[in-house]
């Protein structure tokens, strides 16, 4: 005659229970991140942080509109260009170019530059330096405003003084 001991029964009882667990636990964390990802409207990817010096952004103007986003590399101004609150691409919107005053782009360095929104304006700082020459920005480096950070760009030597930037 075969005898069931009290643990055996107990055991027998809980196997569906475990059974359900485990497959409530793998449906949980096998397909939630598959199927339901967290997504953070215009989240800066990993690479682009990595690619970029700095970031500014401006909030939306109305509901439902997207921010303008800005990322600064190189002596040059990038706007994310987004799709479906996510960042897909980035366009040039400025970039340092001193040949009008003295050294072509291709002879020169990026030295410092900044990036900042302040409520009104994007602020951008650029200063390249000659390669093989001195010290000191080419052409006296500059700042450059813009209300949209697109167009309207205004520049100056000592943040006093602004002066539209021809287009």
Known sequence: MLR?????????AARPAVAAFALAAFALIGFAPAGCASHVPYEI?????A???????????APGNAPQIFGITDCTLYKAVTEDQ?????R???????GE????KWMTACAREALRYDG?????????????AGGGCAGGGGSYRSRDGEHHWEVSQDQQSWYPLPE
């Open 101 to 104: 005053h003295s050294y072509p």
């Open 120 to 132: 009104k304006y994007v602020h951008v700082l650029f200063c390249a330096q000659a390669i093989g």
């Open 45 to 49: 990817s990993e690479a682009d942080k």
């Open 86 to 90: 996510r960042i897909v691409d980035w």
């Open 51 to 61: 690619k970029y010096l700095a970031f500014a952004q401006i909030p939306p103007k």
């Open 4 to 12: 069931v001991t009290r643990c055996e029964r107990a055991r027998a």
């Open 92 to 98: 040039v919107v400025l970039s340092s170019d001193w």
